[in-house]
Every structure is written in C-alpha cells, then in structure tokens.
C-alpha cells in the first residue's frame, strides 16, 4: 500500500497561557521581537455557554473554549461543522482533587455535577454543547506526550478522512496536595484548525512524521521553562516556526523514546 | 474503509478470565453481578467485580505501574495466549509498526483516592510511595502496555466516558490507513473505584439489584470491570471463513447535555449511520444490535428510539450489561469482543435480568438465546459529554 502522506493545512490559531492572552498577541513574543513576560494566565468567563453550564465551568472548560473559539474565528468557520480532537492530560484537575478529598471524607455524597465533570471528555462535552458541534470528537491523554499524541490524532484525522479538525490541546493546574504529585507550570491550551487542502485561509501547510531527533527547545529560559512546564506548551516550537512564518522542520516532544517531526511550508 | 482483521482478541471480566468462560455465561445465560462489597463502599449495589486482581503481580521492572486498573490491564493481556500474539506482531512488522490504543474513563484513580486516606496530617502531602505519573494519569493504562511489549510505535489513551474503547478502534483505523502502522492493539481497561460509585449514586443512576436493561421497571446501572483486547491488523486477501473483521465505525457527539441523553437519542442515531455509511451497509445487512444498554430510564429510552429510527423494529437487538455490568471505559471494547464472539461462534446473545420488556421500547429485544447464522454485528457504546462511538464487525464469510 501507499502511504497517505500526513499533512495538513493550519486554517486557524488560538494561543492562551501565562502571558499569552491570545495568537495575535504572542507573535511578536514568540518571533523575537517582543520579550517575554509570564503573568498569570487568564482564562474569559464563557459567554458562549448556557448560564447555568458557564456557573459549573472550571478552567480547563474555560480554556478550552476560550482557545478553540479564537482558532474557529480566525478560520472563518461555523465551529458546529468541525470534529474535534481533545487533547490534556488530565482533565479537570480541580474536580478531580475536590472528589478525591470527600472520599477520603466521613461524608462520600459527591455531587453529580462534580462527578459529570471529572470525566477526561467533560471540556469536549461542553465545547459541543456551546457550538452545537455534533461531529465526532476525540479525547485522548499522552501524559507529557499528550500535544503530540493529540496532533497526530488530528493530522491523521485531516488527511485520512478528508475532514477539517480541530485540536483542542489543553492542560490545567491541579490544586494541592495532587500539583505536589504532578506539577503544572499553569494554564495552557493551543487550539489549531487543520484542514485537508490548501484554502484562501491557509497559514501554512505541516507535515507530520516520527522520528528519534531531540526535541527543539526555546533560546527564552521563561519560554523554555513553559515549553517544560505544561504538556499542551510542548506544542510551542511548532507556534515560533509559524510565527516566523519560517520553512523548514520542527521537532516536537511527543513519547520518551519517539519525537515528531514537523515540517512546516508556506502553503 | 478497507476491513481490518482482529487478528486476536479476549476479554477478561466479572464472567471469567479469556473468552471461554464468557461464552459459557452468554450460552447459559448467566451473570457474574454480585452484591457489592468492594474497598469501604456502602453503596447498597450490585458490581461486577473481576476475581483476583488483587493477587497480579507486575513484573518488577514495571512496579511503579501497580495499581488495580495495571493489574486487570495484564490479568487480561495474558489470556487466550493474546500476549503472544502481541510478540508474534512485533516480530513481525517491528516495535516501531505497532500502536496501543487503549481506552480508560478512570485509569488507576483508585490509587489516589486510597492516597487521600494517608495524607500528612500537618502538611496535607500526599505519601511519598505515591506516584501520579505511573498510576492514576488518565495515560498509565496505554504506557504500562507499550512498556510491557517494549513498543516503540505511537501510543493514546483514549478517554471519553463510556465510549473510550469502542473510539480506539475509530483511531487504529485512521493510523492503519495512514500508513503509521501495521497494527494496532486495541481495547480498553477500567476497574472498580470510588468515584464512580458513589459519583453514579449521586445521580441516582445506580440500581439497587442486578442492572435490567430495557426492562419496564429498570432502575439503573451495575458498575462493573473489565480489560478486553484486540489485534487489529490489515486483512489478508483470503481471510478464514470464520475471521472477524473491523466493517465500520460511527461517531458523533449530541452536544446536548453532559450527562443525560439527548432525548430522541439524535447523536446515537448518527453514530449508527456513520457506521452504516462507512461499511457500504444497509441497515437490513446488520443481524444484531449489542446495545450499549445501561438499563437507565433515560439511557434505554433515547436508545431504543434511535435504535427503532435506523432499524425498525425487526432487528435482534440486546445488552450484555446485565451479564457483565456496565465496565464504563471498557464496555466498547468488551462489547466488540462479545460481537466477534457472536460472528465466530454463530450466536445472538439474550439480555439477562429483563423480566418485562418496555413496551414503550420498540426493539426487537432478545430475552432468549439464539445459536443461529450471523454475518454482522453492530456495537453501541455512548457516554457522558454526549459522546457516541458504533462500531460494525462481520464474519469474512458466512457459516
């Protein structure tokens, strides 16, 4: 058989971290141009959700939205026609950490929201409900691997089933004593409109493939430190070579023993 | 799609461990559910716990991988001689040319819930034997597999609710065709812990007995466990008569509410004819229907609506739930082995612990078992976020 080749056109991108509050804004940070000031990351209140969803929303729900919206704007499209790729390593940390300390409790009465939410899916779920996206929607966890596993997921999605995807990349803190166990620098999600065929939105077109190079790190000890810091942030070398709009291959962390290796060009 | 030949597959579950003690217990219409009294639970319920998966040992190269979700991950690997399938893989196409595709809803969660226990009662820390990364992350699952195989291919833990290990197959799929791989183990682990118990009891979706799917009086689920796995590989050109093939997979969202159905069961319905569309089926092509089947009020009756929508009312249909209980994470994996079980063995599994049939229900619902010819099956596995997965198998030929 031949192999289908593995690419994909970026229609759209939507950046949030500490000291990134959107694409348009980390740019010239990630070219160069601007330095680099980590602030808490600031996750918007999401006026797409029903009042009484947007009260139960924690941060990864936040995040999410707040990231795959500005991609699906930039694209230009209806976010209800895209199937999505869901990609964290860990959910809902709060609700999880809030969960496992009533269990631990004399009083074990969870409350169902708390309990709906915990699910790996919850932000997908609601990323569905607020868009009305019906398509189909995959949610995957890698650990640290989990931008690159989510990635592959969607380029293969891209280009196998002729679909325009979205990647929803996103991690959150857990509160103490788990962020103890499993350290998080801070909120961070990158969400990217891929697409089978080059359109007049197009950015760039990425090709994606395994490879046993090191990863590409970042020359800015703080962009570095967030590169380590966030699994979703492993997507970050990826970001400056579209920000540069620079040819030419990218290496991303993804398994222990297994990097990816992306090629971006000009489409 | 091009059909994909499970190659190998077993299931280890409350019924037994393999495939021969499951096959018994659909055959003989038995169940494994029992009154629960797994850990400190006071959850008045019956669960579907798996024998012996506290006695596993992990090899000690893998001890930081041990919690009960490894432990019936390898108890389960090592039926039906599947391991040695994995290796026979791997010599074959190569470490790199083999993918794990696993799904999990709660991976090792037991172990910090259990952890929450011996917190330091001054700083709050959780105790330093206590390792995040190998057990409770949502991945432990997939990384303990690849690392017991020494795979060095891609590798995903699929983590949507109730349809995780239905959705690997959608997944394997896309990398087969992609050329990434060769093969692709596939399935999916979850195992008895807290947060699902007491979190289903929170919302009232818990029966009090044996789970009774489609019954008129049903009242709720059995949580059970199970670790159920698949081969999946490009099928040859000349398939055995009785090889299982990967026909279709279907998959939607109902972007309706998190945890409820959508009441006609539209995204269900969706699932189903992607499914369809993708094998090149018509709904008259499928002989039976392993529904996802919880025995919820709400689950079964936007099911049954949707199932009535794309088949009518003629199609054998049933769940395996009241056998088996509802292994959440791990139900579409154990529900595609039961399917190819059926393909293989020419059977239509009843539902058990169904006294009345809903009438409201219009399925064609199995309350008694039926050995008889089956070319193709569909499997239904839904879950929390509006998550639908269907998956279609066939025989490469009929009996």
Same mark, same amino acid.
Request: aromatic fraction near 6%; charge should be negative; proline fraction near 6%.
């Given at each position: 058989m031949i192999p289908i080749a593995l690419d994909a056109?970026?229609?759209?991108?939507?950046?949030?971290?500490?000291?990134?509050?959107?694409?348009?804004?980390?740019?010239?940070?990630?070219?160069?141009?601007?330095?680099?000031?980590?602030?808490?990351?600031?996750?918007?209140?999401?006026?797409?959700?029903?009042?009484?969803?947007?009260?139960?929303?924690?941060?990864?729900? &936040?995040?999410?939205?707040?990231?795959?919206?500005?991609?699906?704007?930039?694209?230009?499209?209806?976010?209800?026609?895209?199937?999505?790729?869901?990609?964290?390593?860990?959910?809902?940390?709060?609700?999880?950490?809030?969960?496992?300390?009533?269990?631990?409790?004399?009083?074990?009465?969870?409350?169902?929201?708390?309990?709906?939410?915990?699910?790996?899916?919850?932000?997908?779920?609601?990323?569905?409900?607020?868009?009305?996206?019906?398509?189909?929607?995959?949610?995957?966890?890698?650990?640290?691997?989990?931008?690159?596993?989510?990635l592959l997921e969607a380029v293969i999605q891209a280009a196998v089933d002729g679909?325009?995807?979205?990647?929803?990349?996103? +991690?959150? &803190?857990?509160?103490?004593?788990?962020?103890?166990?499993?350290?998080?620098? +801070?909120?961070?999600?990158?969400?990217?409109?891929?697409?089978p065929?080059?359109? @007049?939105?197009?950015?760039?077109?990425?090709s994606v493939a395994l490879s046993?190079?090191?990863?590409?790190?970042? +020359?800015?000890?703080?962009?570095? &430190?967030?590169?380590?810091? @966030?699994?979703?942030?492993?997507?970050?070398?990826?970001?400056?070579?579209?920000?540069?709009?620079?040819?030419?291959?990218?290496?991303? +962390?993804?398994?222990?023993?297994t990097?990816l290796a992306?090629t971006?060009?000009?489409? | 799609m091009t059909p994909l030949l499970?190659?190998?597959?077993?299931?280890? #579950?409350?019924?037994?461990?393999?495939?021969?003690?499951?096959?018994?217990?659909?055959?003989?219409?038995?169940?494994?559910?029992?009154?629960?009294?797994?850990?400190?639970?006071?959850?008045?319920?019956?669960?579907?716990?798996?024998?012996?998966?506290?006695?596993?040992?992990?090899?000690?190269?893998?001890?930081?991988?041990?919690?009960?979700?490894?432990?019936?991950?390898?108890?389960?690997?090592?039926?039906?001689?599947?391991?040695?399938?994995?290796?026979?893989a791997?010599?074959q196409y190569g470490a790199q040319r083999v993918a794990?595709i696993?799904?999990?809803?709660?991976?090792?969660?037991?172990?910090?819930?259990?952890?929450?226990?011996?917190?330091?009662?001054?700083?709050?820390?959780?105790?330093?034997?206590?390792?995040?990364?190998?057990?409770?992350?949502?991945?432990?699952?997939?990384?303990?597999?690849?690392?017991?195989?020494?795979?060095r291919g891609p590798a995903?833990?699929?983590?949507?609710?109730?349809?995780?290990?239905?959705?690997?197959?959608g997944s394997a799929r896309r990398m087969i065709a992609a050329g990434v791989i060769d093969a692709a $183990?596939v399935?999916?682990?979850?195992?008895?812990?807290?947060?699902?118990?007491?979190?289903?009891?929170?919302?009232?979706?818990? #029966?009090?007995?044996?789970?009774?799917?489609?019954?008129?009086?049903?009242?709720?689920?059995?949580?059970?466990?199970?670790?159920?796995?698949?081969?999946l590989e490009r099928a040859p050109?000349?398939?055995?008569?009785?090889?299982?093939?990967l026909?279709?997979?279907?998959?939607?969202?109902?972007?309706?509410?998190?945890?409820?159905?959508?009441?006609?069961?539209?995204?269900?319905?969706?699932?189903?004819?992607?499914?369809?569309?993708?094998?090149?089926?018509?709904?008259?092509?499928?002989?039976?229907?392993? $529904?996802?089947?919880?025995?919820?009020?709400?689950?079964?009756?936007?099911?049954?609506?949707?199932?009535?929508?794309?088949?009518?009312?003629?199609?054998?249909?049933?769940?395996?739930?009241?056998?088996?209980?509802?292994?959440?994470?791990?139900?579409?994996?154990?529900?595609?082995?039961?399917?190819?079980?059926?393909?293989?063995?020419?059977?239509?599994?009843?539902?058990?612990?169904?006294?009345?049939?809903?009438?409201?229900?219009?399925?064609?619902?199995?309350?008694?078992?039926?050995?008889?010819?089956?070319?193709?099956?569909?499997?239904? #596995?839904?879950?929390?976020?509006?998550?639908?997965?269907? $998956?279609?198998?066939?025989?490469?030929?009929?009996?």
């Amino acid at each position: 058989m031949i192999p289908i080749a593995l690419d994909a056109c970026i229609e759209g991108i939507g950046l949030l971290g500490p000291g990134f509050s959107s694409w348009p804004h980390a740019r010239p940070i990630l070219e160069g141009k601007q330095p680099y000031q980590p602030q808490p990351t600031v996750l918007p209140t999401p006026a797409l959700l029903p009042a009484a969803e947007r009260r139960r929303s924690g941060a990864i729900v &936040r995040l999410t939205l707040a990231t795959g919206l500005e991609a699906v704007t930039a694209a230009g499209l209806d976010a209800a026609t895209l199937p999505t790729v869901f990609a964290s390593s860990g959910g809902d940390g709060e609700t999880c950490h809030a969960i496992c300390e009533m269990l631990a409790s004399s009083d074990r009465r969870i409350s169902p929201t708390r309990f709906h939410n915990s699910v790996h899916n919850a932000a997908a779920g609601y990323w569905s409900i607020a868009t009305g996206a019906m398509a189909a929607s995959s949610a995957l966890s890698a650990h640290d691997a989990s931008f690159g596993a989510g990635l592959l997921e969607a380029v293969i999605q891209a280009a196998v089933d002729g679909t325009r995807t979205l990647l929803l990349a996103c +991690d959150t &803190r857990y509160p103490q004593p788990l962020h103890g166990a499993r350290p998080m620098l +801070d909120a961070f999600g990158i969400a990217l409109v891929l697409a089978p065929q080059a359109g @007049v939105r197009s950015l760039a077109r990425i090709s994606v493939a395994l490879s046993a190079a090191g990863a590409d790190t970042l +020359d800015d000890p703080a962009l570095e &430190r967030l590169r380590l810091g @966030v699994p979703a942030a492993r997507g970050l070398p990826l970001l400056r070579a579209l920000s540069l709009s620079q040819d030419g291959p990218v290496v991303l +962390d993804y398994l222990d023993d297994t990097r990816l290796a992306v090629t971006v060009a000009a489409c | 799609m091009t059909p994909l030949l499970l190659s190998h597959f077993t299931a280890t #579950s409350c019924l037994g461990r393999g495939l021969d003690p499951i096959l018994r217990a659909l055959r003989e219409r038995r169940g494994g559910l029992a009154a629960c009294t797994f850990d400190t639970v006071d959850v008045a319920t019956c669960v579907g716990e798996v024998a012996g998966v506290d006695a596993v040992r992990l090899p000690q190269a893998l001890a930081p991988f041990d919690c009960r979700n490894n432990r019936l991950a390898l108890l389960g690997l090592e039926q039906d001689g599947f391991a040695n399938a994995v290796r026979a893989a791997i010599a074959q196409y190569g470490a790199q040319r083999v993918a794990v595709i696993l799904g999990t809803s709660t991976s090792g969660i037991l172990q910090t819930e259990l952890a929450y226990r011996r917190r330091d009662p001054a700083s709050g820390a959780l105790p330093p034997d206590y390792n995040y990364h190998t057990t409770h992350n949502t991945h432990s699952l997939a990384a303990f597999t690849r690392r017991y195989f020494g795979l060095r291919g891609p590798a995903a833990t699929i983590s949507s609710a109730c349809s995780s290990s239905a959705r690997v197959f959608g997944s394997a799929r896309r990398m087969i065709a992609a050329g990434v791989i060769d093969a692709a $183990l596939v399935g999916g682990v979850d195992s008895l812990c807290l947060t699902t118990l007491y979190g289903f009891n929170s919302l009232e979706l818990v #029966s009090d007995e044996a789970c009774r799917p489609f019954d008129s009086q049903r009242n709720g689920i059995s949580i059970g466990e199970a670790a159920a796995f698949a081969l999946l590989e490009r099928a040859p050109p000349r398939p055995a008569p009785d090889a299982v093939l990967l026909l279709g997979t279907g998959e939607s969202s109902d972007a309706y509410h998190m945890s409820s159905p959508h009441p006609d069961g539209l995204g269900a319905r969706m699932a189903m004819q992607d499914a369809l569309r993708m094998a090149g089926l018509q709904p008259a092509d499928i002989g039976y229907i392993n $529904l996802h089947g919880t025995a919820t009020p709400t689950n079964d009756a936007a099911e049954g609506k949707a199932v009535n929508a794309v088949f009518g009312r003629h199609t054998p249909c049933s769940s395996t739930k009241g056998a088996t209980g509802h292994t959440l994470g791990a139900a579409g994996g154990l529900e595609a082995v039961i399917c190819a079980l059926a393909l293989r063995h020419q059977f239509l599994p009843a539902g058990i612990n169904t006294r009345e049939l809903d009438p409201a229900l219009h399925v064609d619902y199995l309350l008694e078992h039926c050995e008889q010819p089956l070319a193709r099956a569909i499997s239904n #596995s839904f879950g929390f976020g509006g998550t639908n997965c269907s $998956l279609i198998f066939g025989r490469a030929e009929p009996a």
